[in-house]
């Protein structure tokens, strides 16, 4: 099983067997509910005997972020990481431009917001019964390519 992880506030979380999307969650809140959550995913690796793996992407800060904004979304992925870490799940780490890459989505020429659509529909595509949004989205193609590096 795989854990695809879109850090950050208006992430994703997407849980993933082969090719069976389990459950698409929106990046909790707060520790606890971080926890709960891996919990629940952990749970069931263990009941389908299935090993867990986390691919996890790594961000960086960007020309006009805020050092609050920056901060906070260190602090949070610091406590993915100390928790994927408890639950002993393998951890990924992922460059956004490998996994783009691999699925074919350059960036090259459009503005972020075009570049977020086009994600956006290239999910939909993907997974075309699960409601796609700007917040899954991400979570939703690091599932894919994660399947394709777990082979």
């Known amino acids: 099983m795989i854990i695809a992880i879109d850090p950050g506030k208006n992430g994703g979380l997407v849980l993933r067997s082969k090719n ?7 990046m909790p809140s707060t520790c606890m509910d971080l926890t709960e959550l891996l919990e629940k995913y952990k749970a069931l690796s263990i009941k389908s005997n299935e ?10 800060a960007m020309p006009g972020q805020g050092t609050v904004s920056m901060f906070t979304f260190g602090q949070g992925f610091g406590h993915l990481e100390q928790a994927l870490a408890d639950f002993r799940i393998r951890t990924v780490k992922v460059q956004p431009n490998a996994w783009q890459t691999a699925l074919s989505l350059s960036s090259k020429g459009k503005t972020k917001r075009e570049h977020k659509n086009v994600l956006k529909q290239r999910a939909q595509e993907l997974f075309p019964n699960i409601k796609v949004t700007l917040a899954n989205a991400d979570a939703l193609l690091i599932s894919e390519y994660a399947t394709l590096n777990e082979r």
């Open 20 to 26: 069976e999307i389990i459950s698409v969650d929106a």
């Open 51 to 60: 090993s867990l793996t986390a691919y996890i992407e790594v961000v960086h």
